[in-house]
């Protein structure tokens, strides 16, 4: 009786072994499972915090472009290229009902909203001297763009026609003054912080059409608004007001 009984202890035992031993796998295996099913969800999500974190080591510049991208999303009122698009719409208008619909062309690019005013309603042909008519022109352009956030881009060109004079020995003098003369009348006629506006020339090196006839030439004379995107706009060089806005988001 004693063996037989010493026979059956050693069995249960065993059969008790055992099954501690399937329910261990079977939690194990009940992990994987779980585990691999959380790692194909957010595999994504997990690669952007790994870039996030590799960029906050790395100090940050990385993290910084990801917030900016995020705001011209989301972010602040006028950042994206639809909000934009209802301020060249605005502009349109307002030309139109004074007539003046055929001075001006507006453009969206992705550098942002391009206002292009031509020659004749600004400039004498050859001059930079704001004519008494190009008053009128830009004081509604500045009505649109001086309460903006965004940076102001003034831009001048010309045709490919050169020019000598002791005051413009070339065409990059001419295009730049006529940039910086309507940048000096928006600064002192008009609540344009100067520090969210800059003027540049190009001379005849950026047509819009080629200079092969004298409406083109026409065209191409011309001084470009550009209303920069906020992305852009962030990335100008730096000044107090763009500080406050980049780390208001």
């Not at 008790?16 to 031993?21: A, E, I, K, M, V």
């Not at 870039?51 to 011209?72: H, M, P, Q, Y």
């Not at 881009?153 to 003054?177: C, F, K, M, Q």
């Amino acid at each position: 009786m004693r063996r037989s009984r010493r026979k059956f202890e050693d069995d249960e035992d065993l059969g008790r072994w055992l099954l501690t031993y399937a329910d261990l796998i079977t939690l194990l295996l009940a992990f994987f499972v779980v585990m691999y099913s959380m790692s194909q969800l957010d595999a994504k999500r997990f690669g952007k915090v790994t870039e996030a974190l590799k960029g906050a080591l790395k100090g940050g510049d990385s993290v910084l472009r990801s917030k900016e991208n995020d705001n011209t999303k989301t972010g602040h009122g006028l950042l994206n290229i639809g909000n934009l698009s209802m301020i060249q719409k605005y502009v349109e208008e307002r030309f139109k009902a004074l007539g003046k619909r055929d001075v001006i062309e507006t453009e969206l690019t992705e550098r942002g909203l391009v206002v292009h005013i031509m020659e004749s309603a600004l400039f004498n042909e050859g001059s930079a001297q704001l004519q008494t008519k190009a008053m009128e022109i830009l004081d509604q352009i500045s009505q649109t763009i001086a309460l903006l956030p965004n940076h102001i881009r003034v831009e001048g060109h010309t045709d490919d026609r050169p020019i000598n004079t002791p005051v413009y020995p070339s065409n990059w003098e001419l295009s730049s003054a006529r940039a910086t003369e309507v940048v000096r009348y928006f600064t002192n006629n008009h609540a344009v912080a100067p520090d969210k506006i800059s003027a540049l020339g190009y001379g005849e090196y950026r047509p819009v059409v080629p200079n092969n006839s004298i409406e083109n030439r026409a065209r191409n004379r011309r001084v470009d608004i550009v209303i920069l995107t906020m992305e852009l706009t962030l990335k100008e060089p730096t000044s107090q007001l763009y500080y406050n806005l980049a780390n208001k988001e």
